[in-house]
C-alpha cells in the first residue's frame, strides 16, 4: 500500500505544479501580452478537482480526516477501538453511497465536452468514484487491522 500512496502523492504534486505553471502563464500572458489562453482556467480547475478528492483519499490513508475527538479519547481504550470501528464504517457507507450516486452523473457527463478543452466532462467527474474507491481500500484495510486487533503495527507504513 505505501508504493500506491506514493503513486498518488505523486500524482497530486504533478498536477499541483501543471495547474501553478498554467495558471502562472495565463496570468502573465493575459497581463503582459494582453493574450489569454481559453483552455488555462479549465485546465488549473480540473486539477484543483482531481487533487482535492484523491487527497481526501490520501487522508483517509493517514486517518487524517477533520474529526473531534476529544471525548473519544476520554474513553476507555475497549471502547475507543469501538468507537473509532463505527466511525470507520460509518465513513465506509458515506463514501460507497457517494460512489454509487456519482456513477449516474459520469456517465451522463461523458457526453458533454468541456468548452475550453473539449474533453468530457465525466473525466472530472469521474474524480468522485475513483476516489472513492481508493478510500474504501483504505478504511477496509484499516478495518481489517482494527478487527484482528493489530491496531498498534498499524501505521503509515502498513497503509
Known sequence: MRVFEKVLKSLCVVLFVEMAIVTFMQVVSRYIFGVSFFWAEELARFSMVWIAFLGAAIAIAHNSHTNINFFVDLLPK???KYVEIVQDLVCLFFVVCVMFYSWPIVIITMKNLSTGLKIPMGL?????????????????????FKFTSREESMGDEQL
Open 124 to 144: 472530472v467527474y469521474i474524480s468522485l468514484p475513483v476516489s472513492g474507491f481508493i478510500m474504501i481500500l483504505y478504511l477496509l484495510v484499516r478495518l481489517y
Open 78 to 80: 475497549v471502547i475507543k
